[in-house]
Structure formats: structure tokens, C-alpha cells
């Protein structure tokens, strides 16, 4: 793999050389002999000569396009929650921390997400700083990779604070799967209707009675002790930055439907996670290796079947959701349908990959008994790529900040506010975090 792309590298930089002489020579050669040449017509023509020259060496070196474009590093990724989002999120931490690339993470929340504070430009003084980098050099702090939970806006501020121009994807879920899921995960019966249950068995048999009269209950309920509030309905557009009170209202919801058509690279889907992950593949130019996975975080082994009149109270209740889905699952499609005569063979060759690793590392599966989810347990003397595959997301983030250091005392002295503000150059301050 690194022979390729040193082959590669060498023959583009071949090719832009090349380029340059033949057009430095051209334009000597026309200015010697008096004739005029405006600069947009200089533009033109060089464009022009290196599309020409450019193909024609790519097809002398037997060169695809795959070879020649550039893989994607700087990426912002907006963790929808119980979507299988923790399964996508260790492909990108495993992929960041190979190649030392720098994450995007608070040190004032756990497995630095982004929840209880806003992540606003004025938020450097709350994030661990890019590697290499030292604590409070502010101007300094661009970023690879964002990769947490928060809650999803618009673009300006990762715009501002990731580095080069990021591409951008989430992941969504089937509604009514992703909403039990959440609903037992975030102690609903608890939090909203003052209900003890004891397990995610007996939260569901309040599912029922939840949906009943669902608007009888807050929007939205505290976690914990800290000012984190869950959402009660369409919690994966809540994500992507749709207020709950504008959820019933359908220019709202078209109009942000459409904000994030246009803000985001890919939707993955959850139950064509194979296939979303070679469209991933294809448009961040990675290789089959970087998009191999183990499945992590799981409540539910096989998932949970409700009744019929169940499902459909539960997507009328979250029809916000229902939408969003239903939208980019087609918009899936429509990009599978443009990915080429080899898609079939890949997806092929991806379930063989993952199949083979499955048997070669994992012995089995037990229930984690503080978390309730089911975890792997791996072979004796598995390999090194069988352990990383297998690394939990917190796992990741331990390794990626010892890179990203902060002094020991840094959370402390924050939250005392003896930690400066950061400044724009024009000078203005933001807001005390």
C-alpha cells in the first residue's frame, strides 16, 4: 500500500511539473513573438493543457481516479444517539489515531462530548488542543476530526475550528427501532412518567402507556444532576438541530430537511451499514481496511418487535423522524445507484472481510452486567488489528488525549474562571464558557 502511494504521489507531481513547463514555455514563446495574451485567456488555456496532459499521463500510468484523489482527513461526523453511531465512530477513531490527527473534544464532559456546553468558536478554552500544540495558543487550535455527541446547528462553527474544508455525515436510524432503543436507554418510565423500572425489559412495558397520551408529559426531561436535557420525541432530528417546538409544524421541518441535505456529504443508514460505509469509502478515497468494523455498544442483540398499533403510535409520535429517514434512505439509494458497475463485487468482498475477522477474533459475546450491553470477547493471542477493531470508543479517546495535553489543573482553573478568554484578532470576546 505504501509502494502505491509513493507510486502515486510521484506521478502526479510528474504530471503538475510537466504542466508547468509546457505552459511556462508556451506563454515565453507567444509574449517573444508580440502577441497579446489577457490573463483570462492565460487561465483558459492552462486549464485546458492540464486537463489534456493530465489524463493523457493518468492513462499512460495505468492510473484510476481512485489513485489520483487525495483521502478525506478532516471530517465532522454529528453522533445521532442509540443509531449505531458508537459502531461508526470507531472507524473514525481508529483512523485518527493511526495517522496522529487531532480530535475535537471538551475535557469538561465524560468521553468528551459536547452536551451541557454549547460548542460555540468562543469554546478552545474547554477542548483538549490539536496535537503538537500547546494548551492556550487559541490561534493555533484547527482540528481534524470532529466525532462526538452535540447538537448539530449549521456549519459556521466547525468552519471555523476544523481544519481545511471537513466533510460532513451523520447516521440515521429506522424510527421506530431507534425510538424504543431511546426509550429504554434513557430511563423514560424514570425521568417522564415517575415510574420505577428495574430493566430495559420492564421500561418497554411502559411503552405502551407512554404513547398512549404522550403529550401529557414534559418535552423534555433532566439527565442526572447535570443541565442535560433528552428530548422526548424525533430525538436523531433533535440531533441535527430541530427545535422541539418546531417539530409539528411542516415548513419547519421541510425547511430543515433541506438544511442538512445541503450541509452534509453522506446519511449513512443504520440497516445498510455495509453499504453506506463503501459510499463512505469511495467518497473519502480510504481503502477497504479503514472501513472494517466490529459492532459495539448493543442493548439489544436481536433487536425488539413490537404490535402493529405500537409501531404505528410509534411513528406518529416521532413523524419528524419518520421523514428524515424515509428522505435520506432514498437519497442512499440514489448514491449507491451512481457508485459503478463494481458495488456489487465490493459489498461482496467488505462481508467477506468482516466475516473472516469475526471468526479469526471474536470467541463470543456476554452482557456486560453495569451496562446491560452485549460486548465481544476475543480470542487468546488475537492479533493487534483484532484488538483495535474490538476498542471501545473510550478506549480511543484515552489514547488520542495523552496526545492532546492539557496541564492537570486546566478543568479546575476553568471552572474558577482563571483561564483566559479566548479573543477574536479584531479583539472581541466571547462569552464566559
Request: charged fraction near 25%; aromatic fraction near 12%; include cysteine.
Amino acid at each position: 500500500m505504501i509502494i502505491k502511494r509513493r507510486r502515486t504521489l510521484l506521478a502526479v507531481c510528474s504530471i503538475w511539473l510537466t504542466c508547468i513547463i509546457i505552459y511556462l514555455t508556451k506563454t515565453s514563446s507567444d509574449e517573444w513573438l508580440g502577441i497579446p495574451m489577457p490573463s483570462r485567456l492565460k487561465f483558459s488555456s492552462l486549464r485546458t493543457s492540464l486537463s489534456g496532459i493530465s489524463s493523457r499521463m493518468a492513462s499512460t500510468l495505468h492510473l484510476t481516479k481512485e489513485d489520483l484523489c487525495v483521502p478525506t482527513k478532516n471530517i465532522v461526523y454529528v453522533k445521532t444517539h442509540k443509531t449505531g453511531s458508537t459502531t461508526l465512530a470507531t472507524i473514525f477513531y481508529r483512523y485518527g489515531h493511526d495517522r496522529n490527527l487531532s480530535f475535537l473534544f471538551t475535557f469538561r464532559q465524560p468521553h468528551g462530548h459536547f452536551r451541557q456546553e454549547p460548542l460555540t468558536p468562543y469554546s478552545q478554552p474547554q477542548v483538549y488542543p490539536p496535537v503538537g500544540v500547546p494548551y492556550g495558543e487559541y490561534e493555533r487550535y484547527k482540528f481534524n476530526i470532529s466525532a462526538g455527541h452535540l447538537i448539530y446547528h449549521n456549519k459556521t462553527v466547525f468552519d471555523y475550528l476544523i481544519a481545511g474544508r471537513p466533510k460532513y455525515i451523520t447516521i440515521l436510524r429506522e424510527p421506530v427501532q431507534q425510538f424504543v432503543s431511546f426509550f429504554s436507554y434513557f430511563h423514560f418510565p424514570e425521568r417522564y412518567m415517575k415510574i420505577k423500572a428495574d430493566s430495559p425489559e420492564e421500561r418497554l412495558e411502559y411503552l405502551e402507556e407512554f404513547l398512549r397520551q404522550p403529550s401529557n408529559y414534559s418535552i423534555h426531561a433532566r439527565l442526572g444532576n447535570r443541565s442535560i436535557y433528552i428530548p422526548n420525541r424525533n430525538p436523531q432530528f433533535f440531533d441535527l438541530g430541530l427545535p422541539l417546538q418546531q417539530m409539528d409544524a411542516p415548513s419547519d421541518v421541510t425547511r430543515a430537511l433541506s438544511r442538512i441535505e445541503a450541509d452534509f456529504d453522506l446519511v449513512l443508514i443504520t440497516e445498510y451499514l455495509d453499504e453506506s460505509l463503501l459510499l463512505l469509502k469511495k467518497k473519502f478515497c480510504w481503502d477497504m481496511n479503514d472501513i472494517l468494523y466490529f459492532k459495539t455498544n448493543v442493548l439489544h442483540a436481536n433487536g425488539t418487535k413490537l404490535p402493529e398499533n405500537l409501531v404505528q403510535k410509534t411513528k406518529q409520535w416521532n413523524s419528524a423522524d419518520v421523514i428524515l429517514y424515509e428522505h435520506f434512505n432514498r437519497t442512499l439509494w440514489r448514491e449507491i445507484g451512481k457508485y459503478g458497475p463494481t458495488f456489487e463485487r465490493d459489498l461482496l468482498d467488505l462481508r467477506k472481510r468482516l466475516e473472516d475477522l469475526n471468526n479469526e477474533c471474536i470467541q463470543g459475546q456476554v452482557k456486560n452486567a453495569r451496562t446491560l450491553k452485549y460486548v465481544n470477547v476475543l480470542k487468546r493471542n488475537a492479533s493487534v488489528l483484532c484488538q483495535d477493531l474490538n476498542r471501545n470508543t473510550h478506549s480511543y479517546f484515552v489514547k488520542i488525549t495523552r496526545k492532546q495535553k492539557i496541564p492537570p489543573d486546566a478543568n479546575e482553573k476553568l471552572k474558577k474562571g482563571l483561564v483566559p478568554q479566548f479573543c477574536h484578532k479584531n479583539g472581541t470576546t466571547g462569552e464566559r464558557l
